[in-house]
């Protein structure tokens, strides 16, 4: 963008003219952004080989990361940071109770399951637009402050929703034990199961739990139907929210959380635009409600408690909030630990610790042993509180430090100046 | 009229740990400019300090007692606490048994000494920091505190009772003329709320009566002139961060017999002390005072059978919907200052 400005006017007629022909030649966008959708795309549809390196039944195979469930919470809590990032890292306005979109978008999405029908779509739609009512109602009033004020008014609102599902809306939300599918659903527009058959969510017919297994040699790769939809449902969102931050519309959000006085000097009223903003990422945590209900049709009030909102806020944060690919990375790296780094107990540390001398082991175990397994909650949070303290810009801004540090001892100033934390 | 004092007995005791907490929060944000999310940790971590205190004092040693026989005949073994030997037995178990409240004298310094160390350590490095990353770093630190205490104390509460003497309810109705049996009321809360008055009594006097208290004001209202003049304040402030730590861990301390600590309990009490202070009004140590035994007695009344007759689950949202209104209909809250958190 500065290049253009300073080439000489002999020069720009060739300047300006490549990035439109970039933008012409991909969905509207620009090379570098086509290019990191497209390796974001690559990248999540061939996961269920790229988190799968290890041979089954290997010592490293409980690092496999390449099940079904595990990969459909990756992009589920993908979009749902995303969207979190489109309000906390363009406007700065930082929500402690996002958690509420996407439980909403829950119930929404498994009354659509059983009232209307099976099928996943409907399903769908309903919860990303009941959660966009709900957020809108909530943003009205929330968005008059901001803040701490702001943060405290959508922390109030959430413990609300979540109070409420737990004791007054037991019956539409099912209080503690939440709800599931049941065979006596009505689902007025699909027909009535076979006796004995249980309600599964479906795509015209194709189950979520579906999966094609493929066995090459020592590995095993599952192909799960759930996963591809929400997969692309994430693609769809990442690209979105590209298009988002690009446009105009995307820089008023930025001109929110740089100025918001400057802005009000001009004329221009900030509310409209953060209200928009907001409920946009009220929609993905209800897409994401909704494809958690797709995947396992069960609703629980836990996911609106505030820790729910606390960890999309890590997520996004971890990996970089403002840039484009951060939410995914943090969410990625959170439900990575949670699942796999959780599941590390003492004999596997031992495992890997016994080329050691066995003096060593016991002090190595002994020091590993507190970050692992149950205590990952704690590497979590030194790993956060060091990104904070260090990298605001997140994992995405230490990979470009790593990168430009790299690069310079190539010699390359040039391009190692130009690497600005995406903002 | 019994059920109302009933109630706002009930609220009483949850309010002055509210009132604890938010205290120190506005300490911290009046005097340092910092959202604390990490204050609920050193709630917990006062609550642990107890726990400690009264896991030394129980330390013993197995002796063989030649008095006493097993049913097969051998002598048998017991357990007996160093502070017997070294108190003498009744004097010892006198001590044991008022755990708690000497685990206050414990706790003083540990927790100052904690707060001073947190805010050179970590918190003076964010005052030029937007407040987002004060709340979130403050957040990774209350997250890793809670997850030392669990590694260190496990996952479940730990029964701490309180002395015997205080154990058990009395009578309040009876002693102001109502029936007897109409407003009983358990010792130890009662305890609970004149020490937290006392506490509240004493930081205010402390700030109000004392030349310390009256620089730390200054430095409240106008830093830059009060550095201007050639006072330290970063040290007072750093000081001030410490005793807020302070009060936070005895009002945790005490709350120990209340209800059991447990690794999260700070976390519980973090979300509902901030919509404490925002409702009282950031900055404004009276207000956060007036808000904390407010809410609490709201939250009491909400929880009376005849309202909730009338508005189901209305207990259990009350202190948000209070928190909604007030922030709508006063923005800065009950008694908040001008120019507070406004940008």
């Known amino acids: 963008m500065t290049d253009q ?24 966008l620009t090379g570098k952004d086509a290019s990191l959708v497209v390796l974001v795309a690559v990248l999540t549809l061939l996961a269920p080989f790229i988190l799968n390196p290890f041979p089954e039944g290997s010592a490293m195979a409980q690092f496999n990361a390449g099940y079904p469930d595990l990969m459909q919470r990756f992009v589920i809590f993908g979009i749902f940071a995303i969207g979190f990032n489109i309000l906390f890292g363009l406007t700065g306005y930082l929500s402690f109770g996002h958690a509420a979109f996407l439980g909403v978008g829950s119930y929404a999405g498994i009354w659509s399951m059983k009232l209307l029908t099976l099928n996943v779509i409907p399903s ?16 009205w009033i929330s968005l008059r402050r901001s803040g701490i004020y702001f943060s405290i008014l959508t922390l109030a609102f959430a413990m609300m929703s979540f109070a409420l599902a737990y004791s007054v809306l037991t019956p539409i939300t099912g209080g503690e034990t939440g709800l599931q599918l049941k065979y006596f659903d009505p689902r007025i527009l699909d027909g009535a199961l076979a006796q004995g058959e249980t309600p599964r ?26 996963y591809y939809i929400a997969a692309i449902a994430m693609l769809v969102a990442f690209y979105l929210s590209i298009r988002i931050f690009r446009s105009p519309f995307g820089m008023m959000l930025r001109a929110v959380k740089s100025n918001q006085n400057r802005l009000n000097y001009t004329g221009i009223s900030p509310k409209p635009y953060t209200l928009a903003a907001f409920v946009i990422s009220g929609m993905y945590a209800g897409l994401a409600g909704g494809l958690l209900v797709a995947m396992d049709t069960q609703v629980g009030a836990e996911r609106m408690f505030w820790t729910a909102s606390g960890e999309v806020v890590l997520m996004t944060i971890l990996g970089g909030a403002g840039t484009l690919i951060g939410p995914v990375l943090g969410a990625g790296f959170i439900k990575y630990m949670e699942n796999i780094v959780s599941t590390i107990n003492k004999t596997t540390l031992e495992g890997w610790f016994a080329f050691a001398p066995d003096w060593l082991t016991d002090v190595l175990v002994t020091i590993v042993y507190p970050f692992v397994g149950k205590g990952w909650h704690l590497t979590l949070g030194i790993l956060f ?13 230490g990979g470009q430090k790593l990168a430009s540090m790299f690069r310079r001892k190539k010699g390359d100033d040039a391009a190692a100046s130009q690497s600005q934390p995406g903002e | 009229m019994d059920a109302i004092i009933l109630q706002i007995l009930n609220g009483l005791d949850k ?45 013993s040693h197995t002796v063989i007692d030649e008095t006493q026989k097993d049913f097969l005949g051998n002598p048998l073994k017991v357990d007996v606490p160093y502070i017997y030997e070294i108190l003498g037995e009744s004097a010892g178990a006198a001590v044991i048994d008022w755990a708690v409240p000497l685990s206050l004298l414990m706790a003083i310094p540990v927790m100052i000494a904690i707060g001073v160390i947190m805010e050179r350590g970590l918190i003076k490095h964010f005052y030029k920091r937007p407040h987002a990353d004060q709340i979130l770093v403050t957040f990774g630190l209350a997250i890793v505190l809670q997850e030392i205490i669990k590694y260190f104390y496990g996952a479940n509460p730990i029964p701490t009772p309180a002395p015997d003497a205080f154990i058990g309810s009395f009578d309040f109705g009876a002693m102001i003329g109502f029936d007897a049996g109409s407003i009983v009321y358990p010792y130890w809360r009662l305890v609970y709320f004149f020490f937290a008055a006392v506490i509240i009594a004493a930081v205010f006097a402390f700030l109000q009566f004392t030349t310390f208290g009256m620089v730390v004001r200054a430095g409240m209202a106008d830093r830059e002139t009060v550095t201007l003049l050639g006072i330290d304040i970063d040290k ?7 005793i807020a730590a302070a009060v936070a861990g005895l009002a945790g301390v005490m709350y120990t017999p209340i209800n059991s600590p447990n690794y999260h309990m700070g976390m519980d009490f973090l979300v509902l002390s901030f919509v404490v202070v925002v409702v009282g009004g950031m900055g404004s140590l009276p207000g956060a005072v007036l808000a904390g035994f407010l809410l609490g007695i709201v939250e009491a009344f909400a929880s009376m059978t005849q309202v ?3 508005l189901p689950g209305i207990n259990q949202i009350v202190i948000y919907l209070v928190a909604i209104v007030v922030l709508l209909t006063r923005p800065r809250g009950l008694m908040g200052r001008k120019g507070v958190m406004e940008d």
């Open chain 1, 5 to 28: 400005t300073s080439n000489t006017g002999a020069v720009r007629p060739a300047t300006s003219a490549a990035p439109k022909a970039k933008s012409a030649g991909f969905l509207g």
């Open chain 2, 15 to 59: 309010g002055s740990a509210y009132a604890l907490i938010a205290l120190g929060l506005t300490l911290i944000f009046g005097t340092l400019g910092v959202v604390n999310f990490a204050h609920g940790a050193l709630f917990m971590l006062g609550a642990f300090c107890a726990v400690t205190f009264s896991r030394l004092l129980q330390l």
């Open chain 2, 308 to 310: 909730l007759e009338i």
């Open chain 1, 201 to 226: 969510a479906n795509l015209f017919g194709l189950e979520m739990g579906a999966s094609y297994e493929m066995q090459v040699g020592a590995w095993l790769f599952t192909f799960n139907a759930g």
């Open chain 1, 385 to 397: 509180m060091a990104v904070v303290i260090f990298l605001p810009g997140g994992l995405v801004q």
């Open chain 2, 236 to 242: 007072r402030f750093t000081m001030m961060f410490g």
């Open chain 1, 124 to 139: 769908i739609i309903v919860s990303v637009a009941v959660a966009g009512l709900f957020s809108l109602l909530v943003g």
